[in-house]
């Protein structure tokens, strides 16, 4: 049985727009990474809630303008947003350790 070419094809548009997802959230956690340090040090809170709804109606906006599904779009940002800040709060966490250590 011989492979369809033309799926084939679009299978490796879906891996390579896949492997794009991952080094985008790689480079987003990178930054928010940074955030976490910031709000720990400063201690300001783990989450933003006016952030959060801010980048959520700006996000499904962006996606009704792309043709995707504004719901899915808020559904996805939000599962990385809580995992953010679960970072974010192991980082508060971690940073209160090392003060009251001292």
């Keep these: 049985m011989s492979a369809d070419p033309v799926l084939a094809g ?4 879906i891996d390579n727009i896949d492997a794009a997802l991952v080094c985008m959230l790689a480079e987003r956690f990178k930054v928010t990474q940074k955030v976490g340090t910031y ?3 400063h201690n300001l809170p783990p989450a933003d809630p006016a952030r959060e709804a801010q980048q959520i109606a700006r996000l499904r906006n962006l996606a009704a303008d792309a043709q995707l599904d504004p719901d ?3 559904k996805f940002l ?3 947003i809580d995992e953010v800040i679960r970072h974010h709060e192991a980082n508060g966490a971690r940073d209160e350790r090392l003060h009251s250590s001292r």
Aim: glycine share 0%; proline share 0%.
């Design 72 to 74: 899915f779009t808020e």
């Design 39 to 41: 709000k720990a040090t």
């Design 10 to 13: 679009y299978r490796q548009s």
């Design 78 to 80: 939000r599962f990385i």
